[in-house]
């Protein structure tokens, strides 16, 4: 799936080019890439070493399996797949709200982890499981209740009123959210 | 609010830590550790991903492919313009920040098509690049119905602004 569509952006793309003459811009942006992918992987490396570091210590002293169980009860119920006690809810958790928060860097960290331990628990390794999608559902829906880059970009071309955005995205986003969960736990049971 | 959020958890992480007596300075030195694995293995889908997505945004054959929908947005009076942030929003963040950054410049960040824009931009993530950086970074290779559902919510998602947003602001 993944696989189609990768291959359709790029074909559609270079030929569109192609067809266009547009050579010169084409093999840029293949030459390009790379440096663009290791650009953004220095900017978040220090980040994510930092978080893990950080998350280490939370670990350690059991502040994550405390904020884990504070939102346990509503995670119970969307991955019914995942023991009830397993290391999974705490970077699950933690990764919620990180992303509630607006912080996506801080987020990523956590969220390899949790798809780490849920990898743990997964059966056939190089097939998704039915957490990890739920969860992927969750970060990909990006409910939010700080869009920061976006509020920030609109104090910059001066906007009136920057904030007013904030009571859309929340609730647009959370409905989207439910959406999202409903939809994925019908897609499961087709795929049992 | 964030502001705030980031200095408060990290002192409260080490405060937690120092007074459940644990070594935190080691704890953090082995966290940090695992970072250099975690971006190793995030280097290859990560570079797939931007190579194709960045040929497919730079091409301008998304004009190509909506060009026809014209009509019926009109029609419906859908502003043209949130048609490339709808449809950019699920594969890069960047690209929808830079359509974001356009669409402020022109028309003002306080205009229907800027609140639209940004609402749209502001209620979704990267569903491409979720997909294919967790997945890829612990090794799965088939994805079930995982985009599916992920870009079926951002349509929803799109959708949901379209009739909300007029109501809210």
């Known amino acids: 799936m993944i696989n ?3 291959a359709f952006l790029f074909l559609s793309g270079s030929l569109y080019m192609m067809i266009n003459g547009n050579y010169d811009e084409l093999s840029k942006q293949i030459l390009g890439s790379g440096k663009a992918t290791l650009d953004l992987l220095i900017q978040i490396f220090p980040l994510i070493s930092l978080w893990l570091g950080v998350m280490s210590i939370a670990k350690e002293s059991g502040l994550l399996d405390k904020l884990a169980r504070l939102i346990k009860p ?7 797949d995942i023991p009830k006690n397993h290391e999974s809810f705490g970077y699950i958790s933690s990764n919620i709200v990180s992303n509630i928060f607006g912080l996506g860097n801080a987020a990523t960290p956590f969220g390899i982890k949790a798809m780490e331990s849920m990898q743990k628990l997964n059966k056939k390794k190089d097939t998704a499981s039915r957490s990890m999608i739920t969860f992927l559902i969750i970060n990909t829906c990006g409910f939010t209740i700080v869009p920061t880059t976006i509020i920030s970009l609109r104090l910059l071309y001066n906007s009136k009123n920057p904030e007013v955005i904030i009571l859309p995205c929340i609730i647009v986003s959370f409905v989207s959210l439910l959406f999202g969960l409903f939809i994925d736990r019908i897609w499961s049971k087709k795929y049992e | 609010m964030s502001r705030f959020f980031i200095p408060l958890i990290v002192l409260f992480v080490i405060l937690y830590g120092s007074i459940k007596k644990i070594n935190v300075y080691d ?8 970072g250099i694995h975690m971006v190793r293995n995030m280097f290859p889908s990560l570079l797939a991903m931007i190579f194709a997505v960045n040929i497919f945004s730079n091409s301008g054959v998304l004009d ?3 060009s026809f929908l014209k009509p019926l947005l009109l029609f419906l009076k859908i502003p043209f313009e949130i048609i490339p942030v709808a449809v950019l929003r699920p594969l890069s963040g960047s690209f929808g920040l830079g359509l974001l950054n356009d669409i402020y410049k022109v028309y003002g960040p306080d205009s229907h098509v800027g609140i639209l824009s940004s609402v749209i931009q502001g209620s979704s993530d990267t569903t491409l690049y979720i997909i294919s950086l967790y997945f890829g970074t612990i090794g799965i290779r088939k994805i079930r119905y995982a985009l599916w559902v992920g870009l079926l919510a951002d349509l929803f998602m799109v959708l949901i602004s379209l009739i909300l947003v007029p109501f809210l602001t």
């Open chain 1, 4 to 6: 189609k569509l990768w």
């Open chain 2, 64 to 66: 190509l492919f909506f």
């Open chain 2, 27 to 34: 704890s953090f030195i082995n966290g940090a550790n695992e």
């Open chain 1, 74 to 80: 509503i995670l119970i119920l969307i991955f019914p």
